[in-house]
């Protein structure tokens, strides 16, 4: 009876705890990168170039801009820049960097965009830091696993998303 009871109990707060997701984001809108990283097979299987159709369940109402998260760099990607900005870690310190720019220019236009970080290895730290930025200016936020050597053509991911619009 009484491992009954538990359960029973288990089961009430998952119900209560989907209750308040929904509660919260009644639209259901989940907000994922477009990278087509599930699809991606890197050598030796594949030879890198494999992919399909962006991530199926990403944010189809709005557009992605990247950020390139490294252990001791950030490179910020945007239609201005689609080779990449690249700021040092110790000029995020700096006030007035080129990353407070970037992310006031996506804020004055967060209800078409948003962030994407592209965490590498060990940039867990930085990248918690950029994730409360964003989070701090009500800017929505995707994060994407990247391994370490794989290259980000933003160009043609950007070509990919604008095609589906």
Do not use: C, W
């Amino acid at each position: 009876m009484a491992i009954l009871i538990m359960t029973i109990g288990a089961l009430v707060v998952l119900l209560v705890s989907n209750t308040v997701i929904i509660m919260v984001n009644p639209e259901n809108m989940a907000i994922t990168s477009v990278v087509t990283s599930s699809l991606y097979v890197p050598p030796p299987m594949g030879d890198g170039t494999e992919g399909g159709t962006p991530f199926p369940h990403g944010n189809m109402m709005k557009n992605p801009t990247y950020i390139d998260v490294h252990p001791d760099r950030i490179i910020m990607y945007s239609d201005e820049v689609p080779s990449g900005e690249v700021l040092p870690v110790r000029e995020l310190e700096r006030p007035g960097n080129s990353l407070e720019a970037f992310l006031e220019r996506i804020y004055d236009n967060r209800h078409e965009e948003y962030v994407v970080l592209l965490v590498r290895p060990r940039a867990a730290l930085v990248s918690r830091r950029l994730a409360k930025a964003v989070r701090d200016r009500d800017i929505d936020l995707g994060v994407e696993l990247f391994e370490a050597g794989r290259p980000v053509n933003y160009e043609a991911q950007r070509a990919a998303v604008m095609e589906r619009f």
